[in-house]
């Protein structure tokens, strides 16, 4: 994801998406500077919301979108600066293997004419908003998309492209409703990072946090949320304001042992 400057070159010289900003002029991209990422799994399907802001560091730019891992999206949306994106272009290798080429995009629901294309590498948009702006000034992306989820028996995973992940998040949430009871989330990615929250009341639903992004590795290529069917783990069970009451209460307890303990010694003369 990035806004990438709009030199001279010609079209076809464009480089490749590739993992972190794509956006370069005389080598320097449009920094991201910060990105927040919530999915909504929803049995068999997620919603996917990344919020990027770019540094405006050029009056005029382009903004790239890779989808060359996106193969299993349902739907697709973006905005910019809280304004709807139509239209727009796709670049993609050329099928006799050369220069890449664009062609028009369909003005609405483009990755439901482009997600099957094994050619496809990224959205792109050259819009008027993008000609005339202010360096030192930030833009705010807005990027929705609906993809599968990845069954097998009673396992169900969420795959994240980390090609959509310029830089490190400030934070990845995700909310989860199935349609049996939860046993438990992981992630390979961040095996001992992952809080899940399976609610009490309604084991379908949960609720997951990464404590610690910066332990996210972009160069693993994916991230990974694994959602495994069956009887609640124990360990995933319990939300931290019921453990805190929980450990106070043994703690009272303990301390009112040691109490009557010490008023029952006898009394030395």
């Known amino acids: 994801m990035a806004l990438r400057h709009r030199s001279g070159a010609p079209r076809e010289t464009l480089p490749a998406p590739a993992m972190g900003p794509v956006g370069t002029h005389d080598g320097v991209p449009f920094p991201c500077t910060s990105l927040t990422v919530h999915a909504k799994v929803d049995d068999r399907t997620a919603t996917v919301e990344l919020s990027y802001i770019f540094q405006n560091t050029f009056r005029d730019a382009e903004l790239v979108f890779p989808i060359r891992e996106l193969r299993n999206c349902l739907s697709f949306s973006w905005s910019m600066n809280d304004e709807v994106i139509t239209g727009g272009e796709v670049e993609e290798e050329s099928v006799a293997g050369g220069a890449r080429v664009r062609r028009p995009l369909p003005a609405v629901s483009p990755i439901a004419a482009d997600s099957d294309a094994a050619r496809a590498l990224a959205f792109v948009w050259r819009g008027e908003p993008l000609t005339d702006m202010d360096p030192g000034t930030t833009t705010h992306l807005h990027v929705r998309y609906t993809c599968w989820m990845v069954c097998e028996k009673e396992k169900h995973s969420l795959i994240l492209p980390l090609t959509i992940f310029p830089i490190l998040p400030e934070q ?94 006898p009394l030395q003369h």
């Open 172 to 265: 990845l949430t995700l909310d989860v409703k199935m349609a049996k009871s939860i046993c438990r989330v992981t992630s390979p990615n961040v095996p001992d990072c992952l809080y899940t929250n399976i609610w009490k009341g309604d084991p379908t639903c949960a609720e997951c946090t990464v404590i610690d992004c910066e332990s996210i590795r972009l160069e693993d290529h994916v991230f990974v949320v694994t959602v495994e069917l069956g009887a609640p783990a124990a360990s995933q069970v319990f939300d931290l304001p019921t453990v805190a009451v929980l450990v106070a209460l043994i703690a009272i307890l303990l301390l009112c042992a040691w109490i009557q303990s010490r008023t029952s010694l």
